[in-house]
């Protein structure tokens, strides 16, 4: 794969017209299937759907990150798949929000989702899952960055906007862990400095001092 262009010489404008081309696709996670209906006048989101969403993530940032082509696409994906597998039996919890009781069952739960399913997808699967969590190679260090952005684009919307002061997510929270989560992936990073700017000025974070009035 080579790279389209230097994404991070692009200014805060181009940046901004990349999201909302890409928040294109992500229209796929509203459409149902079986002719059902879905209230999109509340943010919801479904772990699959976080997933695509970061499958296809994916495809727009390994040109610039991996230029020559370096890591193993397939183990990747793999690791994307399979790494919130975790969250089946309990579900997901802000990371802001989650405890160390949070994680240890969250563990548990892993050990025994993977534990469940055919043997063909159980060690391809724990492994993949281990991997992430442990930030074990470039790989999963990419999948690891990828996951800490996606929200980014999920949350690019007047709607799903207001899940962060719903759940107290304030700007530092916000974004120490995706400045950590980036380092290494200056395109990544770029995008994270350009939006979070972006979400600040439209005051779109929690704030103590206002929580009164947040909704």
Do not use: C
Not at 17 to 46: C, F, G, M, P, W
Not at 93 to 104: A, G, M, Q, R, S
């Amino acid at each position: 794969m080579k790279p389209i262009s230097i994404s991070t010489k692009l200014s805060d404008e181009q940046i901004m017209e990349a999201v909302r081309q890409i928040k294109v696709a992500y229209k796929l996670k509203r459409t149902l299937r079986y002719a059902s209906d879905r209230d999109l006048t509340v943010h919801n989101e479904s772990v699959a759907e976080h997933v695509f969403a970061l499958l296809f993530l994916a495809e727009y940032f390994l040109p610039f990150e991996d230029p020559d082509d370096k890591l193993d696409v397939q183990k990747l994906y793999r690791i994307l798949l399979f790494h919130d597998f975790g969250e089946i039996t309990h579900g997901d919890i802000p990371y802001h929000l989650k405890t160390k009781v949070d994680e240890e069952r969250e563990q548990a739960d892993a050990e025994e989702v993977f534990a469940s399913l055919p043997p063909s997808l159980r060690e391809i699967g724990h492994e993949s899952w281990r991997a992430y969590t442990e930030k074990d190679g470039r790989e999963a260090r990419f999948a690891y960055a990828l996951d800490k952005i996606e929200p980014l684009f999920e949350l690019f919307d007047p709607i799903n906007e207001r899940s962060l002061k719903r759940t107290h997510h304030t700007y530092q929270d916000h974004i120490e862990r995706k400045r950590k989560a980036t380092e290494g992936f200056p395109v990544m990073q770029k995008f994270v400095e350009v939006v979070s700017k972006d979400m600040l000025e439209r005051d779109v974070f929690w704030k103590e001092d206002t929580s009164i009035n947040s909704k």
